[in-house]
């Protein structure tokens, strides 16, 4: 091959990997490429805005995140370790999830529970559906809830998450429910341990005024509670 025909041919070459190059880049100024699998296998899924903000984690339970306030994860006060999908706002803070688990325990006994619910901002759980089962005993059923305006004391939540189990904990519980530190519930709609079908409507400081049941025998009432509990009127068939 004399010098001419080399030099023609070296000059295609470059021109062809040089399209070739433009092209790629003109694909890549497109925006990021799509990757389809047919099946993949991870333990967990960070999914993130483009500037970084995490939206939603999926993950198995050895990789359960703790809990998430404008980007800074801290443990979660429950100690949650199960599966699911854990929802966080436009900042990075948690504001709902879905979790669920099951098992048989050695004593042949079966333990499991599903539930999925949406934060108030900076809170805890507005509204959720939830089941469970322990022990032979099954409830399911949908909650509404009040929040404070306040964002929520995480501090006194771990606090009494880790003490430990007897009178001064329970004494402790008591008190912030009262006191509606972390809200008070205010409709709850569903099926109880003891099968009834119930629904039970509270005031603002969370007491039960009106509660509609049907017993497992069909036995059906609606009662009108006052501020202590007690039934003031009760309608029945």
Not at 8 to 31: D, E, F, H, P, R
Not at 38 to 55: C, F, K, P, S
Not at 142 to 159: G, H, I, N, T, W
Request: with cysteine.
């Amino acid at each position: 091959m004399n010098g001419n025909k080399l030099l023609i041919l070296y000059s295609a070459v470059l021109t062809i990997a040089c399209a070739a190059s433009l092209a790629t880049g003109a694909v890549a100024n497109q925006g990021p490429e799509k990757t389809a699998f047919t099946e993949i296998d991870v333990q967990r899924i960070n999914l993130r805005e483009a500037d970084g903000t995490l939206r939603m984690v999926i993950s198995n339970t050895d990789r359960t995140p703790g809990i998430y306030i404008r980007g800074v994860e801290r443990p979660h006060p429950s100690g949650r370790r199960t599966a699911g999908m854990i929802f966080l706002n436009d900042e990075g803070t948690e504001n709902g999830g879905l979790t669920f688990s099951g098992r048989r325990l050695p004593d042949g006994t079966v333990v499991g529970s599903g539930h999925i619910s949406f934060d108030q901002y900076e809170q805890d759980q507005v509204i959720q559906l939830t089941q469970n089962e322990q022990g032979g005993r099954r409830w399911a059923g949908m909650v509404v809830s009040d929040r404070p305006d306040s964002p929520l004391d995480f501090e006194l939540a771990q606090r009494i998450s880790s003490m430990p189990e007897g009178p001064e904990r329970a004494a402790e519980i008591q008190r912030v429910m009262a006191e509606g530190t972390f809200g008070r519930q205010r409709v709850w709609v569903g099926k109880t341990r003891d099968r009834e079908s119930a629904v039970l409507l509270s005031d603002a400081m969370g007491r039960p005024r009106i509660r509609m049941r049907v017993a497992p025998d069909g036995a059906s009432a609606i009662d009108f509670l006052g501020e202590d509990g007690e039934v003031v009127r009760s309608l029945t068939p």
